[in-house]
């Protein structure tokens, strides 16, 4: 009669199948042993791991160029002109001169006798105008002058002539006639006119220190024959 299987030993069927399978792994094992020594049985060696491909290196960014600036158009270039309003002739050319050579003109001729007041007599030119003078040279006859004469001749006058340029002043005493007086210096050019009222003791003194002629004549005459300060008169007496 049959009873209950104990739970201490393991049941009949099942050891077999775990003694069978462990003789078929021995076999196993020892098939693979043999084979290995013979050479036949490839054993598998790792496989490198293949190398990292290189990530490409990164493009580098275009550097930024700033736009060109637009080149700045001059404006049309304005002409120059010379500030000489004609060219001078070329040294080439020569302009055409007088062959006569100018000479100042000779200074007046004085009279050789006296007149009837005692002065020597010349004629001098002022412009376009002539002028019988009488000369006045000596100390007796500056202080004479046109004294007690009573008329003057239209283009008449007394011509003062003075040893060196210096100051010189006039008075009207014992003058009966209205006169003017122009100071001159000695390359004959008029620097001062004054006019004189008769018998008028108050000094007309020069304004120049340079005066080596003073001319005498009647009032008004320089300005009736366009005559002022700045004309020069040529050829007078030495």
Known sequence: MSG?????HPHPVAAALFCFAGAVAL????YYLIEAENGNVAVAS??????????????PMAKHTP??????????ATPTFSSTPFPAP???????????QSTPPAPS??????????????????GTET???ELAETRQQHAKGLRFRQTLAEN?????????????????????????????QSDGKIVQIRPMQPYDETPVPSLSNTVAYALLVNQGWFERHGISAGTVIEGLPR
């Open 4 to 8: 209950p299987v104990s739970a201490g």
């Open 27 to 30: 076999g196993i094992g020892a």
């Open 46 to 59: 790792p496989t490198p791991m293949p190398s990292p491909t290189p990530m490409p290196s990164p493009t």
């Open 67 to 76: 736009e060109t600036q637009p080149t700045p158009v001059s404006p049309p």
């Open 90 to 100: 070329s040294p080439s050319v020569t302009p055409f001169r007088s062959t006569t």
């Open 109 to 126: 001729t004085r009279s050789a006798e006296l007149d009837k007041y005692g002065f020597h007599t010349a004629q001098i030119q002022i």
């Open 131 to 133: 002028l019988d003078i």
């Open 156 to 184: 008449a006058g007394m011509l003062f002539v003075f040893p060196a340029p210096q100051r010189v002043s006039f008075w009207m005493k014992d003058a009966s006639i209205p006169l003017s007086i122009a100071f001159i």
